[in-house]
């Protein structure tokens, strides 16, 4: 078997079979195909498409690169989730110690947040202590008696999709639907659970900008897990305007804290109820969505599903008492109001706008090298449908550099749109698959 053949055979649009796509990726994984080949084969891939059978072998290969957890030794069925990215996206922290407390066992491997969306494991991060690297057998351990466990991928969990990712950043290859749904589905299959609710989201804040490519790819990653064994279900969501008012990683924990106390944002509590009850459905703890809401809510009111979130932070060695009184969290010191110039309704606010000012003051990354301000961040004082006057104050930026605020106030201003109709909000939730 040739590389040569295989590009040739998909720039013909052919099939390829189950046997040239596992040749591809473990070939490729060890050094035996050069870069320029693949590349070919990406770019192929990215003109020509994959057909569902093709997609579900490409996923499959790249979780037999690597590692793959075994989770079959822990009773009842294993949950998983996935957001494929958001500002003030801070579902993941409020669902697995929600679900967890309901009952659920939710065994989740997070990623880092790159450019203008914030990473699960830098917001965890700002707990002080809190450690991502999770061992193999306590990993296990954690989901078997507490319920849950959020921690870093290993080096050696699908390396294919590591090389291959990088290779499609430098040969505008991203986004492809095949690749996107393979490189998701991938992970998620290695790491061992037997259910997936994947968080697909739409708008300016998200990768996929309208509602019909969210459900593309969506339906493409729900048709991998179905094919693969795996009970898989997906929300498309709308990321058009933040999620919640705190943007930034020990800002949004406050946040997430206001929400397990039952109290908090009320497009955030909607959405993590919602995506809940559907966790609770997919692990067979209840049988309808309002069964479960139900039982999410009284999670939340009778202190259960926060001492589920102290219980995670204890476990990876983290300081609980930033979760029994959130003012002990390190906020950056400066602080900078930023105030409107026009009156009228905020008519939009431009998510991904958001997202690079709050990347601005510290709180992102432009590289994966560059380090966080773990305190810094923005907190939204008007949002979609709030009317202001010229002067009131739409956000406070924080940053503990003040030469940071010029630019981060710039950026934040230009995603405000201030018009004197109110805009019509679409719901959180566009459709469940």
Known sequence: MR????????????????E?????????????????????????????????????????????????????????IKLDKHSTGGVGDKTSLILVPMVAAAGGKVAKLSGRGLG?????????????????????????????????????????????DKK??????????VDSIPLIAASIMSKKIASGSDAILLDVKYGEGAFMKTAEKAEELAKAMVNIGKSLGRNTS?????????????????????????????????????????????MLMLGKIVETMEEGREKLEKCLQDGSALAKL???AVLQGGDASV???????????????????????????????????????GA????????????????????????VKVGDVLATLYSSDEAKFEKAEEELLSAYVIAEQKAEKAPIIHKMI
């Open 3 to 18: 590389i040569y053949d295989i590009i040739s055979k998909k720039r013909d649009k052919e099939e390829l079979s189950k």
């Open 364 to 387: 992102g990354r432009h590289t994966k090298e560059d380090d966080l301000d773990y305190g810094a961040g923005i907190i939204l004082e008007k949002k979609m449908g709030d009317y």
């Open 164 to 173: 291959i990712y990088a290779l499609r950043d430098v040969t505008a290859t």
């Open 323 to 361: 979760i029994d009184n959130p003012e002990l969290f390190t906020i950056a010191p400066l602080t900078h109001e930023v105030k409107a110039t026009k009156e009228g309704y905020v008519y939009a606010l431009n998510a991904e706008k958001v997202g690079i000012s709050s990347l601005l003051t």
């Open 310 to 312: 102290r219980e995670l």
């Open 20 to 76: 040239e796509i596992e040749f591809f990726i473990e070939k490729y994984t060890n050094g035996e195909i050069p870069d320029y080949q693949t590349s070919a084969l990406l770019m192929a891939i990215y003109i020509n498409g994959f057909t569902k059978e093709e997609t579900a072998n490409l996923t499959m290969a790249m979780v037999n690169s690597g590692d793959v957890v075994d989770l079959s030794m822990i009773d009842g």
């Open 116 to 160: 203008h969306t914030g990473g699960t494991l830098d917001k965890l991060e700002s707990i002080p202590g809190f450690d991502i690297s999770v061992e193999e057998d306590k990993f296990k351990e954690m989901v078997q008696n507490a319920g849950l466990v959020i921690a870093g991928q290993t080096q050696n969990l699908v390396p294919a």
């Open 234 to 278: 997906a929300a498309i969501t709308l990321n058009g305007e933040p999620l919640g008012y705190a943007i930034g990683n020990a800002l949004e924990l406050k946040e997430v804290i206001e929400i397990l106390k039952g109290k908090g944002p009320e497009d955030l509590r909607e959405l993590v109820l919602q995506l809940g009850s559907r």
